[in-house]
């Protein structure tokens, strides 16, 4: 039998940092996530003033597909991060220990997995929630700059584009008008020579 507990504390110690090391893939996962969703926008008057006031595009919501999207790609992340979690673990127990598996390793990994998560992984979502918010509010107001101009030009060519074609509706409603005229005035000037008598 493997005598892990008596020979090192080392091995003990690295089942914990395996565990942590899970920890930070697992927010990996999370930041991604956060990046797609958005997440809770942080509170604060400078946030505040960040965020921008109007909507980039008006009252539309964001579309089904979009979301279902978002819900197969969080399905794949979780298949892929639990693939990542039995392959490390199966891995690193055949590395440390020989392929012996207890029931030890897994309770190591999930206490450094837990302690990440209350130490340095608030730290990490915190700082990520905030720095995607930022970077979020200046690719929108990078994109007000982009979109007003193409908004304003797209609204100049639409209202010149229907103008023109008023314009040339009107040309040739009233050419028709003409042409009626003509015939009507020719018909009635022919019918008058001849006293108004229809053949």
Not at 53 to 64: D, E, H, R, T, Y
Not at 144 to 160: H, K
Not at 175 to 182: D, P, Q
């Amino acid at each position: 039998m493997n005598d892990f507990f008596y020979d090192s504390a080392v091995r003990v110690f690295s089942f914990v940092c395996l565990g942590a090391v899970l920890g930070a893939i697992y927010d990996v996962f999370r930041v991604l996530r956060i990046s797609r969703k958005g997440g809770n926008s942080p509170s604060g008057r400078i946030y505040e003033k960040l965020k921008p006031k109007k909507k980039l595009f008006s009252g539309k919501a964001v579309p089904k597909c979009l979301k279902l999207t978002d819900n197969a790609l969080t399905f794949i992340e979780d298949i892929l991060f639990w693939l990542i979690v039995f392959v490390t673990e199966a891995v690193y127990i055949y590395y440390i220990n020989d392929g012996e598996i207890r029931i030890d390793f897994f309770v190591l990994s999930l206490a450094g997995f837990m302690l990440y998560g209350i130490s340095l992984g608030k730290i990490v979502i915190f700082l990520s929630g905030r720095i995607i918010f930022f970077v979020r509010c200046l690719l929108l107001r990078l994109a007000y700059i982009i979109i007003y101009p193409v908004r304003i030009l797209c609204g100049f060519i639409s209202a010149a584009f229907e103008k023109t074609v008023n314009i040339i509706a009107g040309a040739i409603a009233d050419t028709r008008r003409r042409a009626y005229s003509k015939r009507e005035k020719k018909r009635l000037l022919d019918l008058s020579a001849r006293g108004f008598e229809e053949k």
